[in-house]
C-alpha cells in the first residue's frame, strides 16, 4: 500500500470511529424528553441540550475537515481534529476539536519550521508539527486527504495544494465560509484581539468579506460571556449583498449577528420615515457617461466641492461639535420663571440646576430634567395657594406659562438643528444671539454645497450623505441607550466609508471593537469615500487602532490577477498590488468585436465562455442604461439574463448582466466586460475597470468596439491574448 492508500484507509477508520460515537451521542440526546415546563434549571439544561443536538447533527454529516499532530513541549504527539463544532464534553478530550478553539490556531497559523506555538488562557504553548493534513468529509463520505505538511517525509514548508484545489471549484450564488482552508494572514486577523479597531487594506478577491464573517463568529466564541450576537452588526453595500452573504454565518453556526446597510440603520436610530439612499438616479449621476467624474477636471474636485467628502470629513465634525456647544452656551432662555404673579424662580437657581446639577447629562436630558424640576417647583409652590380659587387660577396661569417657556428653549432635535445649521429653517425656540452663532458657523460650509443642502433641506429631503452628521448630533446632544448600543461593528467595503460615519458608530460600540475592512483600490465612490487609511486611523489613539494589510488574492487565477495589476500600475497612482496564488487557467481574452453587430458577437462570446464548466457569469456593462439595453437585445435572442440594477434585495446567481459599479463585492466564475474603450473607460475609470475584472475567478475577456484605454494591457500572451479561443472539441 503507498503512502496515500495508507493515509486514506486510516482516515477511512478513524472517521468510522468518529461517526459512530457522534451517532450514538446524538441518539442517547434525542431519546431525553424535550423539557417544557417551567422550571428554570431544567429549561436551560434543555436550551444545552438543544444547542448539542443541532452542533451534533451538523457533526455527523462532516465532523471535521483537519487534521493536525502535535507534540506538546515534554509532552507526547497528538492527532487532533478539526472542525466547525467541537465534539466531547468538558473535562474529556474532545473527539473534534472547534476551529475558533485556541490550539486550532496552530493549524491555521503554522507555515512549516521547527517549533510551533499557540496563545493558550494558561500561556503560550509550543512544541512540534508532525503533520498537518486536510480530510474532505461530504455526507458521511471520505472524499480526499490531502497532507500539506509532513515532518516524518522532511517536508519543508506547507504546501497549497488543498487550498489550490478548493480555489478551484466552481461557485453558486453564495459566498462560503473558508473554515477549512484560512491563511495564516487571514486567521491573524480572525483572531486579534476584541477591544481595537482593526483596519484591514485587502486587495481584491484577498478575503476581506468572508475574514470578516469568521472573525465574527470567533468574537463570539472567545468572548461568549461579554458579547452577543445580536449587538454585533456587519456593515454592507447594499440589500443585495447581504443576500449575497447572508450564507456564511449560519453555515458557522452562528445566528442573530445583525446584517445591515449603514443608511437604513442610521435612520432608523433616526425615526425617519424612509430611507434616504443613493439611489440608482444619484449613483447614475456619477457613474454615467458625461456625467460626475466625466466632466472635464472631475478628477481634481476636492473636498471643498464634493458635498459627500464634505459631509463625511472632520472638518464637518468640527463644525457639527462647535454647534452642539453654541446651543450649550444659548440654550437657557436668559429670564427669570414667572407661573403666575408674585411667584418669580430666579434664572441663577435655574442655570444652577442647569449648569451645574445636571452638567453631566447630554444637553436634551439637561434640558428635560430643568423642565421637569421647574415643574416640580411649580408643584411645591402652588401648595402654598391661600385658597381653592387661588389655586385654580394660578394651575391656570401656571400652565400656560410653563409651556410658553419651554417654547423659549431650542429644539434639540437633530434634524432641526441640522437644517438651521444649513440655513433651511430657523430653529425653534432659538433666541437671536443663538441663531447669529449658527448663521455665522454656516459661513464655515462651502458656498455650493451649502446652497444645494439648503435646497434639499427647505424641502425636506435629506440624502444619505446627510445621515451621518445627523446621527452624530443625534449621538452627541442625547444619549445613546443601552439597546442601541454594539458589541462588535464590521464595516465592509470601508473605502467608502466616510471619516464622519466611523466617528459615529464610534459612539455606538464598546471599547472601539471595529473590524474596518477595504480596498481603497477599489474606492470607486470617489466623490465620498476615503482616500487614505490614515483618515480612519487618525480617529483613534494609536494603542486603540492596529492595521492589517492582505496582499495575496485567492478569487482570480493568476492570469486574470496579473492582467488586472497592470491596469492599477498604469491607471492609478498606487502600490497596492495583488499576490497572486499559483493557479493558472486560460488567458484573459481582449477582443475587438464588430460594432453593427456588437450584441450578437457578445452573445458569442457568452456562448463561448459558457462552454466551460462555469455556474455563474456576469456581463459587465459601463453603464445601467447599457446593462438594460443589453438584457432586452439578449433576450431577443433567446438569452434570458438577470438584470442587476440595484433595486433589488436579492441576488440570484447564474447568468447576470448588470453595470460595472454594481459589482462590487461580487464574484462569478466567468465575466466578461463589455465596451471596453477610451470613450466608455475614460482616464478616471481606471479603479472601476479594476473592479470589474477582479469580479472573475476563472475566465475574464473584455470586448472591445474601439480604441482600448491606455491602461489595458494585452502585451504578454501568457496573461491575454487578442484572439477568439479556439473551439472546444467535442
Ligand atoms: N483562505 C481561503 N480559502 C479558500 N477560499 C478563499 C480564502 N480566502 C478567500 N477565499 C475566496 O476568495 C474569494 C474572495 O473572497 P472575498 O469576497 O471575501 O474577498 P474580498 O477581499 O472581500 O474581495 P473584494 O474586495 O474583491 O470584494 C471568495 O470566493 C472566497 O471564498
Wanted: charged content about 30%; aromatic content about 10%; overall charge negative.
Amino acid at each position: 500500500m503507498d503512502d496515500f492508500q495508507s493515509a486514506y484507509q486510516e482516515e477511512k477508520e478513524h472517521l468510522d470511529r468518529t461517526l459512530a460515537t457522534i451517532e450514538a451521542e446524538l441518539a442517547r440526546l434525542r431519546a431525553v424528553p424535550v423539557y417544557t415546563g417551567n422550571d428554570y434549571t431544567e429549561q436551560v439544561l434543555e436550551s444545552g441540550r438543544e444547542s448539542a443536538r443541532r452542533g451534533l447533527a451538523q457533526s455527523v454529516q462532516e465532523p471535521y475537515f483537519g487534521r493536525l499532530d502535535f507534540e506538546e513541549k515534554d509532552g507526547k504527539r497528538m492527532p487532533l481534529y478539526i472542525g466547525k463544532n467541537g465534539v466531547g464534553g468538558e473535562g474529556e478530550k474532545p473527539i473534534v476539536i472547534d476551529w475558533r478553539a485556541p490550539v486550532a490556531s496552530l493549524f491555521y497559523s503554522f507555515t512549516g519550521g521547527d517549533s510551533a506555538s499557540y496563545e493558550a488562557p494558561e500561556g503560550l504553548i509550543e512544541g512540534l508539527v508532525y503533520l498537518k493534513r486536510n480530510v474532505m468529509i461530504r455526507k458521511q463520505i471520505l472524499e480526499r486527504v490531502v497532507d500539506t505538511y509532513n515532518r516524518d517525509d522532511g517536508g519543508p514548508a506547507v504546501s497549497d495544494e488543498f487550498l489550490l484545489y478548493r480555489l478551484g471549484e466552481n461557485k453558486d450564488n453564495r459566498l462560503r465560509d473558508i473554515v477549512s482552508t484560512i491563511q495564516a494572514e487571514q486567521d491573524q486577523i480572525i483572531r486579534a484581539a476584541r477591544n481595537t479597531a482593526l483596519i484591514i487594506q485587502g486587495v481584491a478577491g484577498s478575503g476581506k468579506t468572508t475574514v470578516a464573517l469568521h472573525r465574527l463568529a470567533y468574537l463570539l466564541y472567545q468572548y461568549k460571556e461579554q458579547i452577543a450576537a445580536d449587538r454585533m452588526v456587519i456593515f454592507a453595500p447594499n440589500r443585495m449583498f447581504i443576500d449575497y452573504i447572508s450564507d456564511v454565518l449560519p453555515e458557522l453556526g452562528v445566528g442573530d449577528i445583525q446584517q445591515n446597510t449603514f443608511s437604513d440603520w442610521a435612520s432608523d436610530v433616526l425615526g425617519l420615515d424612509e430611507t434616504p439612499m443613493d439611489g440608482p438616479d444619484e449613483l447614475g449621476k456619477w457613474f454615467e457617461l458625461g456625467k460626475g467624474f466625466d466632466q472635464p477636471g472631475a478628477g481634481r474636485l476636492d473636498d471643498q466641492l464634493l458635498p459627500g467628502r464634505f459631509k463625511g470629513s472632520m472638518l464637518f465634525r468640527d463644525l457639527l461639535e462647535e454647534t452642539v456647544k453654541r446651543l450649550e452656551r444659548y440654550c437657557l432662555p436668559e429670564e427669570d420663571f414667572s407661573p403666575w404673579d408674585g411667584a418669580v424662580l430666579k434664572e441663577t437657581t435655574i442655570r444652577q440646576w442647569f449648569d451645574e446639577e445636571y452638567k453631566p447629562y447630554p444637553l436634551v436630558r439637561r434640558k428635560e430634567r430643568t423642565l421637569a424640576r421647574i415643574h416640580r417647583w411649580i408643584e411645591m409652590e402652588l401648595k402654598k395657594a391661600p385658597s381653592a380659587a387661588a389655586l385654580k387660577d394660578r394651575k391656570k396661569k401656571a400652565s400656560q406659562r410653563e409651556k410658553a417657556y419651554a417654547k423659549k428653549w431650542p429644539d434639540l432635535s437633530p434634524a432641526a438643528v441640522y437644517k438651521a445649521l444649513f440655513g433651511a429653517k430657523k430653529l425653534a425656540g432659538a433666541a437671536e444671539p443663538l441663531q447669529a452663532e449658527l448663521d455665522e458657523l454656516a459661513q464655515q460650509i462651502p458656498q455650493p454645497i451649502l446652497k444645494q443642502t439648503s435646497g434639499d433641506l427647505k424641502k425636506n429631503k435629506f440624502r444619505e450623505e446627510d445621515l451621518a452628521g445627523l446621527l452624530y448630533l443625534f449621538a452627541t446632544l442625547d444619549e445613546i441607550r443601552g439597546g442601541q448600543r454594539f458589541d462588535h461593528v464590521v464595516i465592509d467595503e470601508a473605502q467608502d466609508f466616510s471619516p464622519l460615519q466611523v466617528a459615529v458608530l464610534d459612539k455606538f460600540v464598546k471599547g472601539h471593537s471595529f473590524t474596518i475592512l477595504g480596498d481603497l483600490s477599489q474606492g470607486i465612490h470617489y466623490y465620498r469615500g476615503v482616500r487614505k487609511w490614515e483618515e480612519m486611523q487618525s480617529l483613534f489613539a494609536p494603542e486603540e487602532t492596529a492595521y492589517f494589510a492582505l496582499t495575496r488574492s485567492y478569487r482570480s487565477t493568476m492570469e486574470i490577477i496579473l492582467f488586472a495589476n497592470e491596469i492599477l500600475k498604469r491607471g492609478v497612482d498606487t502600490e497596492l498590488l495583488a499576490v497572486p496564488v499559483f493557479r493558472s487557467a486560460e488567458p484573459v481574452r481582449v477582443l475587438s468585436i464588430d460594432l453593427p453587430d456588437r450584441v450578437k458577437w457578445i452573445a458569442a462570446a457568452l456562448d463561448r465562455v459558457m462552454q466551460g464548466p462555469y455556474r455563474t457569469a456576469a456581463l459587465l456593462t459601463r453603464t445601467l442604461q447599457e446593462a438594460e439595453e443589453l438584457h432586452a437585445a439578449l433576450a431577443e435572442l433567446g438569452k434570458e439574463l438577470n438584470l442587476i440594477d440595484g433595486r433589488s434585495s436579492e441576488y440570484q446567481g447564474g447568468m447576470s448582466v448588470l453595470p460595472a459599479y454594481l459589482s462590487k463585492g461580487l464574484e462569478f466564475d466567468a465575466v466578461l466586460v463589455t465596451d471596453v474603450d477610451k470613450e466608455h473607460y475614460g482616464e478616471q475609470d481606471a479603479k472601476l475597470l479594476y473592479v470589474a475584472c477582479t469580479r472573475a475567478l476563472h475566465e475574464l475577456w473584455l470586448l472591445s468596439s474601439g480604441e482600448l484605454p491606455p491602461y489595458v494591457a494585452a502585451e504578454d500572451p501568457e496573461i491575454a491574448l487578442t484572439v477568439w479561443p479556439e473551439e472546444k472539441k467535442a
